[in-house]
């Protein structure tokens, strides 16, 4: 079975960088996307990139110009580089592959353990 193992998560000031990891063991289908979803303590879980079969991303307009999603597909590896982090970055991020689609939740079957990412003030 598919596996995701997170890394890369941490403690950063604001205006920091962060670079996480989404290292996924040997895949037995295709998926047509891997995404980043993020989980701040009370609030519901919500995309924040993904990156599709064909190249294509999409980002969480809260996101856009700060972070970058890219994959290597050699090392099935994920990445998501965050710069300019902000206090309002700070969640558990998850990675997660999907048939169906990276941008809803329920649409997600396979999910990381997850990384805490906290920003500071």
Known sequence: QVQLVESGGGSVQAGGSLRLSCAASEYTYSPYCLGWFRQATGKEREAVASIYSDGDTIYADSVKGRFTISKDNVRNTLFLQMN???????????????????????????????????VSS
């Open 84 to 118: 300019n982090l902000k206090p309002e970055d700070t969640a558990i991020y998850y990675c997660a592959i999907s048939r169906l689609g990276c941008r809803v939740v329920q649409y997600v079957e396979l999910w990381g353990q997850g990384t805490q990412v906290t």
